[in-house]
């Protein structure tokens, strides 16, 4: 009766072993020797016989056997409890000695039994692990999620599913059997081609492998791959299909972000070089002729190295993600954006658009780019450069038109950066003139071929020369002089301003020690020379070999040296001011001026562009504002001025009514000679201003074919020359000076002027209202990279 409650309680509670032996053996041998005890007083009295006491004791006993089997020690212990009641009664010793002898046996056979049955025991496990192992294996593979197992009978219904499956789909496996198969998988556009692989499968009762469907999952996108096989039973007949499926989704992610990595800048989310390429190819092997036809941008940041360089890679790749979301805002819907890498960026702009709306767009991209970015902290100002070819005019083959592009964006630096161009055919001759010129640059480092000049700089108040500007000149061999705004952009593209600036500084040092003491030089920095952590060493050294004072030796940097505004620049000025170098903020008001920097930066002095002084003593201009501004600054901050570019009496005038204290240009003389300018010191000081009273208007130069219409008759004019102003016009002979014209410069271009001159076949025009320019200089209406032709449409048109 207590067999059920001890069988529970030594099964499911956890006991110590030395309790559970006591109580397995009161259990076992108690009731045996109450038994052996009740039969034994019995016997001995007499009131049973000895046949059926034995018999009884051998009944039990073969009862426990049964009971007790797989127990040896249990067992035992229960024979000896059940006979050890007859033989204490007995009190025979015989009988002592028997049960000692089999207490003995029991002893050494429950040990060898045990022994056997570990033993059995041992090779049944063993024989289990074999019998279960692949069964273990694919509880494993399910349970760990690496894979799971499904199987439908012959109507497509499951009757298998790994229980993992079941609780993704958000159920169990109890309710999804029964169910097509079908069921386990989302039906949306992106998995039709798989699902309907699967039913084909199915129905063709065919083995299918690893075909990708997407899980009908609510907790997110989750892609399967699953494979299968048809059952059939040993007569042939169908019975069903049975599979496999494995977690597919981050297979699937890995080779969609590959295949983004492959497509996409990683960077800034454009296209990169490869998808634009397939995008432009797509547009120009179009079937369909008027589907070829498109425009490509290529784009270069202006002064980026420089961020780069000073702010670190980091912060060059913020600066990178912010100018693609501005040129990705500016192009909008009608283009496409790709970085190529680095700083260069490309746009395509499929179909035929007007040359009037490309170049708005990108005098738009350009705006926006040149904004201020703020970048950890720092207000950083760059600029773009953009090349412009267009097909199939400028080229049908995806090779030509990117070259184009290219000639176009390097025509573009040339021309003062910050600007665009369109591609022409006499680029191919520019760029390999420039890449000669670069060779040829080189050369000329390496042989000491360059030379410097020097223009002086005279104080407005006594009219004497205080310095110099030293200037470099390049006079090549084939060429002659070469303009410095055509090869300096070359050296500091290539990095050869580096060693140009180095060696005109120490030039410079060594010629200041052969003039008077108060004479002082200035010397332009390039802001790549700036950010060189060695340019102190470079002017100590130079300052020492000359033997000259520092404070004699002037310093002139531009306003982009302070784009970056991180420490390396306020480093930069505190080890040239304790050298005691003199420094002068050149160009100012051109680049990207802040008054911040004139509060902290120590510059000696401040230099007018001569932009400002072109043109300042023309009627409404606000160029002479301007320039008292700067000076009444300058003052307040005990700072000297220097304008640059003073070649007439009357920007002489302006500039000294406006209290700049130096003057600088033609007025007093061009760039001299080191002999010369040693000459003219030792002449005097004094300076004379001679030159024009007054200015004009620039003027560009060229071979215009026009259409001139005066009182309702039509002539055929050429200009040879044009401002906003006027023009030269040559064709007609002896025009009465005052003669009225109306001229149409281009088709969309007519206007009105005035004969002021006129000498056998040319004659000066004054134009009745000035033209407007663009921000490239241009004058608006006037396309210069094309021949204007006469004929009757123009002279309707005038």
């Known amino acids: 009766m207590a067999t059920r409650w001890f069988n529970s309680w ?58 007790l089997s797989g127990r040896a020690i249990a067992l035992f212990g229960w024979k000896i409890a059940v006979w050890s009641p007859f033989v204490f009664l007995s009190k025979s010793p015989s009988a002592y000695l028997v049960l000692a002898i089999f207490v003995v046996l029991c002893y050494f056979t429950g040990r ?68 097509p198969i079908l069921d386990l998988f989302e ?56 599979g496999s499926g494995t977690d597919l989704t981050e297979k699937k992610r890995s080779q969609e972000h590959a295949s983004r990595l492959a497509h996409f800048d990683s960077l800034t989310g454009l296209a990169n070089r490869f998808q634009m390429s397939q995008t432009l190819n797509k547009i120009l092997s179009s079937p369909q002729e008027q589907n070829r036809e498109c425009a490509v941008f290529l784009l270069d940041l202006d002064r980026f190295k420089h961020v780069n360089d000073t702010l670190g890679h980091p912060a060059g790749d913020a600066l990178l993600k912010q100018v693609s979301q501005r040129l990705d805002a500016a192009v909008g819907e009608s283009g496409r954006v790709g970085r190529l890498g680095g700083d260069e960026f490309k746009v395509i702009l499929p179909g035929r658009n ?36 267009i097909s199939p005019d400028d080229a049908k083959d995806i090779d030509l038109i990117i070259r184009n592009a290219d000639l176009a964006l390097y025509a573009a630096k040339d021309g003062g950066r910050g600007r665009y161009h369109f591609y022409a055919k006499d680029l191919h001759s520019a760029a390999e003139e ?68 180095a060696w005109a500084i120490r030039r410079t040092c060594l010629d200041l020690a052969s003039w008077p003491e108060n004479i002082r030089c200035a010397v332009n920095v390039s802001p790549l020379q700036f950010s060189n952590p060695d340019l102190p060493n470079v002017i100590t050294r130079a300052i020492s070999d000359a033997g000259i004072s520092p404070s004699r030796l002037e310093l002139e940097i531009t306003e982009s040296v302070f784009l970056s505004d991180d420490e390396g620049t306020d480093a930069m000025f505190s080890a040239l001011k304790k050298i005691g170098v003199r420094l002068a903020l ?68 302006l500039v000294r009514m406006h209290g700049c204290s130096h003057v600088q240009g033609y007025i007093y003389d061009k760039p001299l000679s080191l002999a010369d300018a040693s000459q003219k010191l030792r002449d005097g000081p004094t300076a004379v201003a001679r030159g024009p009273k007054s200015a004009r208007a620039p003027r560009q130069t060229m ?71 663009d921000p490239q200089g241009g004058i608006v209406g006037l396309k210069t990279d094309t021949q204007f032709a006469v004929g009757g449409g123009i002279r309707k048109k005038a």
């Open 112 to 179: 060898y039994q045990m022994r056997v049955d570990r033993e059995r025991a041992e090779r049944n496990l063993a024989d289990a692990r074999i019998r279960n192992r692949a069964v273990d294996i694919l509880n494993d593979y399910e349970n760990t999620r690496q894979g799971w197992f499904w199987e439908t009978d012959r109507r497509g219904q499951l009757t298998y599913l790994s229980p993992p499956i079941a609780k993704h789909l958000g159920t169990t496996p109890e309710e999804l059997l029964g169910r």
């Open 10 to 67: 030594e099964r499911d509670t956890p006991r110590d072993e030395n309790v559970s032996f006591a109580a397995a053996s009161t259990v076992v041998v108690v009731p045996a020797l109450m038994y052996g005890f009740g039969f034994a007083i019995e016997a001995f009295a007499g009131r049973i016989g000895t046949f059926l006491f034995v018999g009884a004791i051998v009944s039990i006993s073969a009862v426990s056997a049964v009971l």
């Open 434 to 501: 420039r890449s000669k010129l670069e060779e040829d640059l080189r050369e000329a480092i390496e042989n000491d071929a360059l030379d410097i000049q020097y223009q002086p700089v005279v104080e407005c108040s006594s009219e004497t020369i205080t310095g110099f500007e030293a200037l470099i000149r390049w006079f090549h061999p084939q060429q002659g002089a070469i303009r410095p705004d055509k090869f300096i952009p070359i050296a500091e593209d290539t990095g050869l301003i580096q060693d140009i600036g």
């Open 354 to 389: 007007p040359r009037a709306m490309l170049a708005q767009l990108a005098a738009d991209i350009i705006r926006s780019l040149s904004q201020p970015y703020s970048i950890e902290g720092h207000r950083v100002v760059i600029g773009a450069s953009i090349g412009i070819a």
């Open 586 to 653: 050149d160009d100012f008001g051109t680049g990207y001026s802040s008054l911040g920097y004139l509060k902290t930066a120590p510059f000696d002095k401040i230099k007018i562009d001569q932009s400002f002084v072109r043109g300042a003593t023309q009627p409404g201009s606000r160029n002479g504002a301007i320039i008292a501004s700067i000076t009444s600054l300058a003052q307040a901050l005990g700072m000297d001025t220097t304008a640059e570019g003073v070649e007439t009496l009357d920007e002489l005038d």
């Open 703 to 773: 071979l215009r074919k026009i259409v001139l219409e005066n009182a309702g008759q039509y002539y055929n004019g050429t200009v040879r020359n044009i401002s906003v102003t006027g023009a030269l016009v040559e064709g007609l002979y002896n025009v009465p000076v005052g003669t009225l014209f109306r001229l149409a410069l281009s088709e969309t271009l007519i206007v009105s002027g005035t004969t002021r001159w006129s000498k056998d076949d040319r004659m000066g025009v004054e134009f009745a209202r000035a033209l407007e320019t």
């Open 187 to 242: 039906m949306g556009n992106d998995n039709r081609e798989g699902e309907r692989s699967v039913n084909f499968h199915l129905s063709a009762r065919s083995a299918f492998q690893e075909l990708a469907v997407q899980a009908a999952t609510g907790d997110g996108e989750r892609w399967w791959s699953i494979s299968g096989r048809p059952v059939f039973d040993n007569f042939k007949n169908f019975c069903g299909f049975r």
